[in-house]
């Protein structure tokens, strides 16, 4: 299965819908969710944020790619109705920082499934733009901290339904300039996170990207994925994050893998915002 995955109405993918569904097709995947980019810290149009919101963003409107990549999901449902478990999801990133954007999203009953995740923490820009090499190691800890802690603040809200690629944060620093962070040091808040996700009836993914872009490992390792286990996680899905047709459910054995060796023995996908589960095979 493949439970995230970006198309054409995500700004940074160009992969049209109809091949991706179609290659989801060909893979017979147990289940396919789209889940396009929505930030919620962009969901107007540029006018609308002040200066200095502006410098730390690189979109907006993301209410229309929303709007329009669940209109194309939602028809693709009925065209493959019978031929592909086709989940019409979102990835709805920074919740924390307009939370009327994201009861927006919740409310929209063509939503079947929400990946909760942070990519930029208040203030800075997303992990993907920081030029990491010119922070010391206190200020990149202190960025790591924000960010665990916004992950936290996160995990008590009922505004989601995972939590996407925990770790996140460790990405670019590592792949591009190899700045490999401890975040041992953030471990009881990581699991203070777990417990409440998984009280709450909450879920992480397993996000496999990392496998083919250089990082070596997924978000989260194994670790984590088995701390979320030990603290009564129960739902787990896995995604590639793929941003093109070729990389839809790239890596989905490994990533079902280091869900058995964490202690799981099924997956999770979401059909009108409740779990579903298949077995490990």
Not at 71 to 92: F, R
Request: net charge negative; with cysteine.
């Amino acid at each position: 299965m493949d439970c995230h995955t970006h198309t054409q109405f995500s700004v940074d993918s160009e992969a049209d819908i109809n091949e991706c569904v179609r290659r989801a097709a060909e893979l017979e995947l147990a289940a396919y969710a789209i889940t396009d980019h929505c930030e919620c810290n962009a969901w107007y149009g540029r006018e609308h944020y002040s200066e200095a919101e502006q410098q730390v963003r690189e979109s907006f409107d993301y209410a229309s790619d929303f709007e329009r990549s669940v209109s194309a999901v939602t028809a693709m449902k009925e065209k493959y109705a019978g031929k592909l478990n086709l989940i019409c999801g979102v990835e709805l990133g920074q919740i924390l920082h307009d939370t009327d954007a994201a009861k927006t999203v919740n409310a929209d009953n063509r939503v079947d499934f929400i990946i909760g995740s942070v990519h930029q923490v208040l203030g800075e820009q997303d992990f993907y733009f920081i030029d990491y090499e010119k922070l010391t190691m206190d200020e990149i800890y202190d960025l790591l901290e924000r960010y665990f802690r916004e992950v936290y603040d996160l995990s008590r809200t009922d505004l989601f339904d995972v939590v996407g690629h925990i770790t996140y944060c460790l990405r670019y620093m590592k792949q591009r300039h190899g700045i490999c962070a401890d975040i041992s040091r953030f471990d009881d808040m990581i699991g203070e996170t777990f417990r409440n996700l998984a009280q709450n009836g909450k879920g992480i993914e397993i996000n496999t990207s990392g496998l083919r872009q250089g990082f070596g490992d997924c978000f989260p390792d194994l670790k984590y994925v088995k701390l979320f286990r030990d603290l009564g996680g129960e739902i787990i899905t896995i995604g590639s994050d793929s941003h093109t047709v070729e990389d839809i459910a790239a890596n989905a054995a490994d990533g079902a893998e280091l869900a058995r060796a964490a202690g799981f023995r099924r997956l999770a996908y979401f059909r009108k915002r409740k779990p579903y589960f298949t077995d490990i095979v």
